[in-house]
Nanobody, 114 residues
Framework: QVQLVESGGGLVQPGGSLRLSCVGFGFTFSNYGLNWYRQAPGKERELVAS????????TYADSVKGRFTISRNNAERTVYLQMNSLKPEDTGVYYC???????WGQGTLVTVPS
């Protein structure tokens, strides 16, 4: 079965850190670029970070540049999102995505209280 499973969300105080993980099943993980999206309460889903399949090139939303790092381990079929210096505006459900296959995970909730 083709699926993505996220983990690592939780409650963290402003300035803290979290690392999200997303494991892919049922497809050749190393062949595809990957994204992390987030959706804050009452807002549209937004692209946070991307990583390519071959050169591991990365891109980030302006709002997270310098604080978040996306990385991947193809041997473990896992993509990570390291989040540092978290702010209340980072609160939301975080989803990993394989855009070429249109696969989405179930999401993991990150809460940074104000």
């Amino acid at each position: 079965q083709v699926q993505l499973v996220e983990s690592g969300g939780g409650l963290v105080q402003p300035g803290g850190s979290l690392r999200l993980s997303c494991v892919g099943f049922g497809f050749t993980f190393s062949n595809y670029g990957l994204n992390w999206y987030r959706q804050a309460p009452g807002k549209e889903r937004e692209l946070v970070a991307s990583i390519t399949s071959r050169l591991d090139s990365t891109t980030y939303a302006d709002s997270v540049k310098g604080r978040f790092t996306i990385s991947r381990n193809n041997a473990e079929r896992t993509v990570y999102l390291q989040m540092n210096s978290l702010k209340p505006e980072d609160t939301g459900v975080y989803y990993c995505n394989v855009p070429f296959l249109n696969i989405w995970g179930q999401g993991t909730l990150v809460t940074v209280p104000s």
